[in-house]
């Protein structure tokens, strides 16, 4: 019936990855299907028997069981089965039973698997080779594997009618503008025709360059989906676009992210944002541990665990700092709040203290320092509530040498670098990852960036000292396959998974980008830049990332199994408590940052 398809195009439309079907093919689709409905207790097919194609739960809840009658999973709306025994053999390799009453579409198998042959979100999701859970979790999903349709696209020149009627053609809410060559110039909304256009009279022959939002914020298909979620949180903004090298590759909307399931640390970012009081922002922050043991639980690997943790904190900072302008008023000089540490980085775990600094703009008098200094300790403050503890060495903004305009920083760089005393490796160790996380004048970090990396590359003697004082974070390794470990105090026979863990292959990641001028903060985009700039071998950067992440992981397990077990996470590990397979593991992780520090340290970047 016409009614029942309209019903189940409505429905698919909100079930992930049918929302990715063009119109035409989602309608047949939803003529494919047929309406099934159960009973509670009974059985929807029985364990090695044929199945007839795959099931989309619309009503009521499923229990599926393994061949021995163990339970597997509970579903509910929304939730697929059956894929496994027809991408296998045919033959079901579950059972399932209507755990209430139960409405069910089913997909006839050919259908299922033309589309899996057909458009690559279907082989993504069904096509779960041994079982492994395919993550529809948007936070951990690549951007590029999130774009649902080519992008849609128009020129400057082209009329808002027209502009009006692709979007109506199309079934979609915005258009990329765009230059010859595919660069994007803006974006065009149907709510910049209808406040723009329709509500103050305006012709419809004006161009879309008269109604656009120029030079929109935009992000890389490479980033997570996470960074969707934050900036459109963070903004109040519904349509984000992808670029690729300035071109535009397509665009994500708020519509698109409500088919997918929402995860921890957007809702921890999104109660952050809205936090009115520290004491919210606090009940916010206090969840993070367990939103740790949620992605270990969920095998993301270190790199996006630390990533989704640290963005959290660099939104508990931004909102921070909108409440301090509160109570202070505007800044009287632009201003740039940066980070260093592991949040510099985006390295953070559960277990991060807070480095932080201020760059003032050069026009700032002795009479504007006051308001710095207010707005500095209401941050970091605010920070220690939230349980990022006071850096015990005073790396802070409110440590008046770490707020600063911008020439007085200049300058310190230019001391350590001329002058490389221990000291200086030190500071020069921890302000050679300062990332941007609040204020404007992000131009004014950006010129020092250039400058200092220049200057540090050019004197040998500087990148010497740093070399020599990153080797002294020795990884734990002792005589006949065994561990150094900790010998005496609260830990010992333990490991510090972060000193002589993962801080030799930081310390090893920042003379790469000494050495080669890169960019990045965070030390595996480190490790893959100096591979592309040629300062690595490829088989020593490959060897060195598998090396981290496997000391990472180990590291942000152990923190996991503390966290569940009712204690407060740090970074220690006891070697016993492994298999001999992880010691093993872990062992030959240590060996290769061994090998690649002794080839630096004998001024070789790399090994073969």
Known sequence: METDREAHIAFLETVHPYDTLPREELETVAAAFRRMEFRPGSLIYVYQTPIGGLYLVKQGAVEITDGN?????????????????????????????????????????????????????????????????????????????????????CTPETTVLD????????HVSSLGVVEPGEKLLGIVTQRDLSNKILAE????????????????????????????????????????????????????????????????SAMLIRDVVSAETLAEMTAVTARIPQLLVQLIGSHHGPDVVTRLITDIADAVTRRLLVMAERTLGAPPVPYLWLACGSQGR???????????????????????????????????????????????????????RWCQPLRVWRDYFAGWISRPDPEAQMLASVMFDLRPIGGGGIAMFEDLRAETLAMAAQNSVFVMHMTAAALKHAPPLGLIRSFATIRSGEHRNHIDMKMNGVVPVVDLARIYALQGRLVPSNTRARLKAAEEA???????????????????????????????????????????????????????????????????????????
């Open 534 to 608: 040629g300062v690595v071998s490829a088989a020593g950067a490959r060897d060195l990332i598998e090396a981290y992440d496997l000391i990472a992981t180990m590291r942000l397990e152990n923190q996991a199994l503390l966290i569940k077990s009712g204690r407060p996470a740090d970074n220690f590990l006891a070697p016993s408590d492994l298999s001999d397979l992880e010691r093993s593991h872990l062992r030959d992780a240590f060996v290769v940052v061994r090998t690649m520090q002794s080839a630096i340290g004998h001024g070789r970047a790399a090994v073969s």
């Open 201 to 264: 009279a305006q012709p419809l022959d004006l161009p879309v360059a008269r109604v656009m939002t120029s030079n929109p914020v935009s992000l890389p298909p490479t980033a997570l989906g996470s960074d969707i979620l934050h900036i459109m949180l963070e903004r109040r903004i519904g349509h984000l676009p992808i670029t690729e090298n300035g071109k535009f590759v397509g665009m994500i909307t708020q519509t698109d992210l409500t088919r997918f399931q929402a995860v921890s």
């Open 69 to 153: 009658g163990g339970l597997v999973s509970l579903l509910g709306p929304r939730n697929s089965f059956g894929e496994r025994g027809i991408l296998r053999d045919g033959l079901a390799a579950t059972q399932a039973k209507a755990s209430e009453q139960t409405i069910c579409l089913v997909l006839p198998t050919p259908t299922f698997k033309r589309l899996i042959e057909t458009y690559p979100a279907f082989e993504r999701f069904f096509n779960r080779k041994r079982g492994e859970k395919v993550s529809t979790d948007i936070a951990t999903q690549k951007v590029a594997d999130l774009v649902a349709r080519k992008p849609l696209a």
């Open 163 to 170: 502009a009006a009627r692709m979007m109506r053609d199309a």
């Open 346 to 400: 985006q390295e953070q775990s559960s277990v991060s203290d807070q480095d932080n600094c201020l760059i003032l703009d050069d026009r700032a008098t002795t009479a504007d320092m006051d308001y710095f200094r207010a707005l500095a300790k209401i941050v970091c403050d605010g920070l220690h509530a939230c349980g990022y503890a006071h850096c015990p060495g005073e790396m802070m903004a409110t440590n008046p």
